[in-house]
């Protein structure tokens, strides 16, 4: 017997708000530390601009940190996908009931969409104009397909730790929480200035909402890259983990 | 083995039980049973409480330890 669906619902919500205001956040901070720097390339957008790759890494660890401090306070009580590409994927392989998929992703939505607009709200306009909120879009140079083919590997290693260091009963109990923590971390630190390194539809979802709703930015055409990326990614990925290690020929 | 309680008050009465905490051996009047909900599972799941409880034997003075404010 597990909790209620409605208060596992309401804990993913929780842990997408944690997750979105402190990554998405830790984004805002930076463009907004490095506004009005002088960039050298219209690679470099402002995150970057004063550290280098350590931007991301900075971004990655808040990305990650948050991550896995939800993972410890919610991962009990409704799993903490935090992610619909993560729900789907367990789904798909088997291991998550379709009754509740959908309730689990509305909730991750709403999460998302709930910490985009509080952080506006106390950051304030530059957290929007400045900060886009941490939206994710391919960088220049990056075209729609390559980013959704970015945006799948990076979710493609996601979900293998999450089924290497979680799913599987063979892995060592309470390390799951740091382990996709760093991995987020690492995968951002790399693709971050490709695609934004969203992983996760919920994670982009929020920033487009507030955008949108507050400065009236449209970005919902770039949307499709950070839905079919990372559900494709961590699809194959849960899939290949369960052949890889399953003992059967 | 006899009751500790038991023996205290001059009584003998054989235990019963013993306490998981202290390993004092009870009888039946002292023995106090404290069901504890067993919780399985986790992280990418949430966890499932089992139907069945898990039975804990404690005595009086451990139970007040550990339950009693």
Redesign the interface.
Known sequence: ???SLGK?SLAEAVGTFILVFFGAGAAVVTLMLASGTATSTPFNIGIGALGGLGDWLAIGLAFGIAIAGA?YAL???????INPA?TIA?FATG??PGRDVVPYIVAQLIGAAAASLLFAWVVGPDAVTIGGLGATAPFAGIGYLQAIVIEAIGTFLLMFV?MGA??DERAPPGL??FAVGLAVAGIITTIGNLTGASLNPARTFGPYLGDWLLAGQNLWDLFPIYIIGPIIGAVVAAFLYDYLSCDCE | MNCYYCALEGKKSEAVAICIVCGMGLCMEHTIRKDVDV?E?????????V?TALPRILCPECYAALYEK
């Not at chain 2, 599972?41 to 409480?49: C, D, E, I, L, T």
Request: glycine share 16%; with cysteine; aromatic share 12%.
């Open positions: 017997m597990t909790v596992r993972i991962g009990r009580i409704s799993g903490c996908h993560v367990l291991r998550f999450i979680a799913v799951a929480g | 919780w599972g986790g992280y990418p799941f949430p966890s499932k409480r139907k």
